[in-house]
């Protein structure tokens, strides 16, 4: 009998940031729970890590992020309150949330950054790859990105990551990959980097919030202190794996091309929310109109 590489089955999504880009709004909301058009962003995550098959999903989450679990939960009163209204079309989207996956959930009690959320996740995960998906990151969902990584990890074993070209203005905002081609839209990660210094970037290519991971990057989570700005970052473990394969590697990388936002920076939530409400039937073909002679008025001036 062949040894397959255990499957994916576990999603987990970091969701304990405090998200201080976003103050005032995430004063007292988590940002996750922003809506993009009306559904919060952490929802759309949800969906895509259903979408690819994976059921069981645990969340990060730390204080002020109650509403968060509340949204994933039925809310008896006003599924009751629709129903007597005969609004089954509000009931359906009330229910859907609560529906989607088998949802868990863990406490991050100090923020300490992604890298500690990723190892509060272990007890759950256990010794089997899993995915990550940020909670606050929103992945074009016309894009199978998270079934490309998943193949990828079974063909190579160890970690993927998703790679985005962000050009040599923007690495710096990023974790940055140093590569080798390995064919089309995949490459082999040989190192990383948080947050590199103008004109010290490997590449161009920036870690984005997507990642299927080995179970072995726990280990070396537990072993990796506080890196840029103070925090346990993801990246520096990864980077670990990525330079010695030994310890749990090999690292590879899909390179995507379709669209991603991180909705914890203003200028790229409103960005989301202009493209997602583009895109919708209902509210859509308005919008759009109104956008088209905003955009006119707007050049004119
Ligand atoms: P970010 O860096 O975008 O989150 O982390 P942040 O710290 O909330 O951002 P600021 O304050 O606006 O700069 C990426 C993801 O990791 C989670 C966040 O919730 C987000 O989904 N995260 C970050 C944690 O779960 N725990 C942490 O300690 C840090």
């Not at 991971?213 to 670990?240: C, S």
């Amino acid at each position: 009998m062949t040894d397959l590489p255990p499957r994916v089955r576990k999603a987990v999504v970091p969701a304990a940031g405090l998200g201080t880009r976003f103050l005032p709004a995430t004063k007292a909301t988590p940002k996750e729970m922003l809506p993009i058009v009306d559904k919060p962003a952490i929802q759309y995550v949800v969906e895509e890590a259903a979408a690819a098959g994976l059921a069981d999903v645990l969340v990060v989450t730390g204080r002020g992020k109650r509403a968060v679990e509340d949204h994933f939960d039925r809310n008896t009163e006003l599924e009751a309150a629709l129903a007597a209204r005969g609004d089954l079309a509000r009931l359906d989207l009330v229910r859907a949330s609560a529906d989607l996956a088998a949802v868990h959930y863990v406490r991050q009690g100090v923020p300490r950054g992604l890298g500690d959320a990723v190892l509060c996740a272990a007890p759950h995960v256990g010794d089997e790859p899993f995915a990550v998906l940020l909670g606050d990151d929103l992945v074009d969902p016309a894009e199978p990105l998270l079934d490309a990584m998943m193949r990828l990890r079974e063909e190579f074993g160890g970690s993927v990551l998703a790679l985005a070209d962000v050009g040599p203005r923007e690495i710096g905002r990023y974790g940055c990959a140093a590569v080798e081609p390995v064919r089309d839209g995949v490459v082999r990660v040989t190192d990383l980097v948080e947050k590199p210094e103008p004109g010290r970037a490997p590449s161009t290519l920036a870690v984005i919030g997507r990642y299927v991971l080995d179970p072995a990057v726990f280990d070396v989570l537990a072993k990796t202190g506080p890196g840029r700005g103070g925090e346990i970052q993801l990246t520096d473990a990864l980077r670990t794996l990525a330079r010695d394969p030994g310890t749990g590697g090999p690292v590879h990388a899909v390179v995507f091309t379709g669209r991603r936002y991180d909705t914890g920076d203003c200028g790229e939530y409103l960005r989301a929310v202009v493209q997602f409400a583009c895109r919708r039937d209902d509210v859509g073909p308005a919008f759009r109109r109104w956008l088209r002679e905003f955009a006119a008025s707007a050049a004119a001036a």
